[in-house]
């Protein structure tokens, strides 16, 4: 079975297998990071202000993964994951299509749709991330794979259609670890790569 194949496979069964927004990271309960001291200390960047900005840019060679712009890359990953987590929260589904393929989108799609008939609201609030790598590169039929490792720290929050706080805290934040992988086909007239696949770090 082709790379793609059981990348996409594995990304529907994490999503079926858990809430969505615990998919979306990693959290390390014994670890909160700190309280909210107040809203100018987040660093939040809204999905709409950086509309118009490039996802994730290739490098001038997008052919050859070795000849790639690393640092350039993890930046505009970097906005990609910031975009893609607001998305999500918002449920701002017209985003998330210019950001994610496959059975991906179909499965974030779904899981909102669960969530309006629930009358739950997700709030996500990405103060930093920490750190950006990538940790994986191939190739495989004309299209380009680059899986990143995101560290950053977040503070989730669930409520009911009153407002009331059914999950997390809203002053806790939490360092959260996200696997993605992005692709770009190689013949691909779009600079912008698509998130195809999400991932659970291994404990």
């Known amino acids: 079975m082709a790379f793609l194949d059981l990348v996409l496979l ?6 079926l297998g858990y809430r969505l927004w615990v998919v979306l990271g990693t959290h390390e309960k014994d670890k909160p990071i700190r309280k909210r001291q107040s809203k100018e200390e987040d660093v939040v960047i809204p999905v709409r202000a950086r509309a118009s900005a490039p ?3 290739s490098s001038q060679n997008n052919t050859a993964v070795a000849n790639m712009d690393e640092d350039r890359f993890l ?3 970097n906005i990609a ?3 893609i987590v607001d998305a999500y929260a918002m449920g701002d589904i017209a985003v998330l299509k210019k950001l994610l393929d496959g059975p991906l989108l179909e499965t974030f799609e779904d899981a909102i749709e669960k969530r309006k008939k629930a009358r739950k609201n997700l709030e996500v609030d990405i103060s930093r991330i920490v750190t950006s ?3 994986d590169k191939r190739e495989e039929k004309d299209i380009t794979y680059i899986t990143v490792r995101f560290v950053s720290e977040q503070c989730l929050v669930t409520r009911n259609g009153k407002g009331k706080v059914m999950e997390g805290d809203p002053d806790r934040y939490s360092e959260v670890t996200d696997i993605w992988t992005f692709s770009r086909p190689h013949t691909h007239t779009d600079p912008n790569w698509k998130l195809v696949a999400t991932q659970v770090p291994e404990a």
Do not use: S, T
């Open 75 to 77: 930046q505009g990953a």
């Open 81 to 83: 994951f910031r975009k």
């Open 55 to 57: 996802v994730v840019e």
């Open 10 to 15: 594995g990304a529907i069964a994490i999503f």
């Open 133 to 135: 790598e990538i940790i």
